[in-house]
């Protein structure tokens, strides 16, 4: 059982070679200085495809009060699953776009081997309701072992009963929490003579050497944060910044590597920039962190919708963005910007599937034609920098497709790339800041 479920939560366990745990238990307070309380992404990640759960017809666990609940299935089902066609249609997404993406997620969603069709989120989880003066048989008497029984005293404090042991936990937060990595970057001199890539993180939730994944755009002493994740005002201050240095927000998806929801809010609220259905997802992220409406939730951030194929300016610079191919609705963009006559144009991929997978995808029937023309020819050959997903596996990019491809391609959402790469071909590093001109 883990108590409390603060930022990167799994990789400080797997830092300290703990067990993992198969029930989190969360306390009445979700947002704590910057950090959500209710990081429960990984941890689920970890149970499904590392301990091989559903395999052994075991449910992963939340215990919280019976109001959080009802909140947190919605917060999981919109990460892990994806919203439905008919949610993303319902708040502005074209229908057309909307059919082609559920078809994709729908396609590499988890799924139930005796149906064959996709698990829904109560499948995978089990939510357990208790309220201050509630108890509850968490663990049934098996064998020689007995039952464990929980109260919950108060918002944050429990009490076990295992057999004639009695503890009581108190897991209240009492001061800003901090990485399980050392955070690399330094001071960052913002130019307007500069067009740059800051690496906030290059990693992903299962890495815990390093932050995941977000990046600081230089464009011409404008700032743009691509994403937003765990400990980034710590990220801002140690590169000398405060969060109101930045412009707008880029939100690529809402997958918990790409985006801690509280550490997102400032005041005055960020320019968010995203898609519909990705800005539907994320309210339903905050509705339930924050215990309010999703109508409520809006006030959190001033919100552009972006619509794919008419490219918008964002802090003095075009983004022509995509939708990239990954679990849930995400998004890639090309990024120019023209500084003392010389352009530069930065593809970001975003959270996108490799080749090979797509190909079979195509012949699988999980993806369209078009589309599948549409997000194997996304390079046009004139970026100055590229910046790719080389994540690997069924939902990640795999950086060996671009070793002989033409010009400066460097890797992102890993830091496992051991081997030598060709010039022009790097793997990113956290706290690096890449010259986006050349």
Known sequence: ???????????????????????????????FKHSSQA??????????????????????????????????EQLLRVTVVGPSDEEMIDFGTPKEVAKAIYQETVHLALKDPASGKPFEI?????????NQGDSTLLYAKRGDLPGLEMERLSGEVFRLSYGDQNFE???????????????KEKKLTVSKEDY??????????????????????????????????AYMHQHLKKMGLKDTDIGALVLSHVHEDHIDTTESLRDPPFELYTTPEIYYS?????????????????????????????????????????????????LGARVTKEIGGRKGILHISGDHLSNEVLAQ??????????????VTNLLRGDETLVLIDAGGGAIHGDYREYLEAEGRIAFMHTGLIQEELPEGKFLVSSGQVIDVLG
């Open 196 to 229: 740059s890539l800051a690496v906030l993180g290059r990693s992903n939730g299962f890495d815990p050497n390093d932050p995941a994944n977000g990046y600081l755009i230089n464009a011409g002493g404008e700032l743009v944060l691509w994403d937003c994740p």
């Open 39 to 72: 990081s429960l992404e990984f941890p689920l990640y970890h149970f499904l495809f590392v301990q091989r759960g559903l395999e052994r017809k075991r449910k992963f666990q939340v215990v919280a009060n019976a109001q959080q609940c009802k909140g947190l």
């Open 122 to 130: 109560n499948q995978m989880i089990n939510f357990i309701p208790v």
């Open 282 to 330: 994320l309210l339903v992220k905050l509705s339930a962190v924050f215990g309010c409406s999703m109508d409520e939730a809006r006030k959190y951030h001033n919100w552009h919708p972006i619509e794919i194929g008419k490219p918008v300016e964002i802090c003095g610079a075009e983004f022509d963005f995509f939708h990239s191919v990954h679990a849930i609705p995400s």
């Open 169 to 183: 936990i108190d897991f209240s937060v009492s001061k800003e929490q901090s990485p399980a990595y050392k955070l």
């Open 1 to 31: 059982m883990l108590f409390g479920c603060p930022p990167e939560i799994l990789k400080r366990i797997l830092a300290a070679h703990l067990p993992m745990p198969d029930t989190v238990v969360v306390g009445e307070t979700l947002n």
């Open 361 to 374: 995808m195509k012949k699988d029937g999980g993806i369209s034609k078009t589309r599948y023309e549409e």
